[in-house]
T-cell receptor, first 114, second 114 residues
Framework: KQEVTQIPAALSVPEGENLVLNCSFT??????LQWFRQDPGKGLTSLLL?????REQTSGRLNASLDKSSGRSTLYIAASQPGDSATYLC?????????????FGEGTQLTVNP | NAGVTQTPKFQVLKTGQSMTLQCAQD?????MSWYRQDPGMGLRLIHY???????DQGEVPNGYNVSRSTTEDFPLRLLSAAPSQTSVYFC?????????????FGPGTRLTVT
């Protein structure tokens, strides 16, 4: 059974700091890994999608890497801002009996202090 | 595009009542799914559908029923609500059921069962 772990569970940093969020998964047979952002009381917003054949993806100040063989991904946020405060979730996609299925980690709650 | 929409946003039920959570998408996506999010448990897959007329069970299907008569709609029915079904419910969709396409989430329905 696929298990996804995110460390740390919570992180508080001052504005402007660069930071790394970690995600690990137990089964390397994945299609892709997706990073999401969730604001309090809101839905999930997709940030980055890395296919299993890729090593990294970038969007603005965000960079996500994937090492499928070791079962690890990192989300790097450069020059953090208070608006980045949210919970960040990673999820891996793998084949099920009727299509791909996502398994989520529990998330890292990020607070960026002004 | 409105993306993935869910109604209602909030709902309070008494134990034993039934109700339907609505989900619709206007992106002509083949794959739709329902998750529940609980503290300490992350997001867990309830049911999913790989196309109109085709549904399958996810990780926690008991107490829920789904059907998919159109590509756009994927309602989730609670047959006889129980306090254990108090949760936040998210609907998601993606272009295809296979190969792990990016998934898009609705804003969620917050359900309380008393």
């Amino acid at each position: 059974k696929q298990e996804v772990t995110q460390i740390p569970a919570a992180l508080s940093v001052p504005e402007g700091e660069n930071l790394v969020l970690n995600c690990s998964f137990t089964d390397s047979a994945i299609y892709n890994l997706q990073w999401f952002r969730q604001d309090p009381g809101k839905g999930l917003t997709s940030l980055l999608l890395i296919q299993s054949s890729q090593r990294e993806q970038t969007s603005g100040r965000l960079n996500a890497s994937l090492d499928k063989s070791s079962g690890r991904s990192t989300l790097y946020i450069a020059a953090s801002q208070p608006g980045d405060s949210a919970t960040y979730l990673c999820a891996v996609s793998r084949e099920g009996t009727s299509g791909s299925r996502l398994t989520f980690g529990e998330g890292t709650q990020l607070t960026v202090n002004p | 595009n409105a993306g993935v929409t869910q109604t209602p946003k909030f709902q309070v039920l008494k134990t034993g009542q039934s109700m339907t959570l609505q989900c619709a998408q206007d992106m002509n996506h083949e794959y739709m799914s329902w998750y529940r999010q609980d503290p300490g448990m992350g997001l867990r897959l309830i049911h999913y559908s790989v196309g109109a007329g085709i549904t399958d069970q996810g990780e926690v299907p008991n107490g829920y029923n789904v059907s998919r008569s159109t590509t756009e709609d994927f309602p989730l029915r609670l047959l006889s609500a129980a306090p254990s079904q108090t949760s936040v419910y998210f609907c998601a969709s993606s272009y295809s059921a296979w190969r792990g396409y990016e998934q898009y989430f609705g804003p969620g329905t917050r359900l309380t069962v008393t």
